[in-house]
């Protein structure tokens, strides 16, 4: 079935660090993908997402571009402040009846 | 005003008993979702529901059971809880026809069971 892997956390930064998380997925036809954020004691949020081979998501600063030849939508941000500290999940929706699949999320801490 | 609402927040109960969770959604969409996240964070889901209508049921035991009175509410009854129950479930909603199905969650509901 469709899976998603992301790099396994935690993930420690200074302030104004540069910021990768690497995601990969497997999945019949064409997915979507998503990251979505955690922050401390609240629920998820939509970060960003796109829905086609090429397609470059973006929101608050983070981009993540959907590479069809390698299966992956790594999520980037060229300077990470202490509010980013959250954990950031990488997902899909394929064909498996519409369910959002999750990574197993990464546990960011940026220190000033 | 709250899109999705969880409630209770916090539930903390003796093994054996039964508990429920309700979620309502005031986005007019028209399914919902229960998930279960774990101690390390990792997100499994549980069951869907589209318009009133069960579409996805993983593999949960059947002392769990989603009730969905109309498309902006999906409850979350538990029977005979274990210590394994404990997790933070959180509710979410979304529109079938939204090619991207972007979901909208709630804030969760954190069960401990002693």
């Known amino acids: 079935g469709d899976s998603v892997t992301q790099m396994e956390g935690p993930v420690t930064l200074s302030e104004e660090a540069f910021l990768t998380i690497n995601c990969t997925y497997t999945?019949?036809?064409?997915?979507?993908l998503f990251w979505y954020v955690q922050y401390p004691g609240e629920g998820l949020q939509l970060l960003l997402k796109?829905?086609?081979?090429?397609d470059k998501g973006s929101n608050k600063g983070f981009e993540a571009t959907y590479r069809k030849e390698t299966t992956s939508f790594h999520l980037e941000k060229g300077s990470v402040q202490v509010s980013d500290s959250a954990v950031y999940f990488c997902?899909?929706?394929?064909?498996?009846?519409?369910?959002?699949?999750f990574g197993q999320g990464t546990e960011l801490s940026v220190k000033p | 005003d709250t899109a999705v609402s969880q409630t209770p927040k916090y539930l903390v109960t003796q093994m054996g008993n039964d508990k429920s969770i309700k979620c309502e959604q005031n986005?007019?969409?028209?399914?919902m979702y229960w998930y279960k996240q774990d101690s390390k964070k990792f997100l499994k889901i549980m069951f869907s529901y589209n318009n009133k209508e069960l579409i996805i049921n993983e593999t949960v035991p059947n002392r769990f059971s989603p009730k969905s009175p109309d498309k902006a509410h999906l409850n979350l009854h538990i029977n005979s809880l274990e210590l394994g129950d404990s997790a933070v479930y959180f509710c979410?909603?979304?529109?079938?026809?939204?090619?991207?199905?972007?979901?909208?969650f709630g804030a969760g509901s954190r069960l401990t069971v002693l």
């Open positions: 997902a899909l929706t394929g064909n498996q009846g519409g369910k959002l699949i």
């Open positions: 979410a909603s979304g529109n079938s026809g939204d090619g991207a199905n972007v979901l909208t």
């Open positions: 986005l007019g969409h028209d399914t």
């Open positions: 999945a019949t036809g064409y997915p979507s």
């Open positions: 796109a829905t086609k081979a090429d």
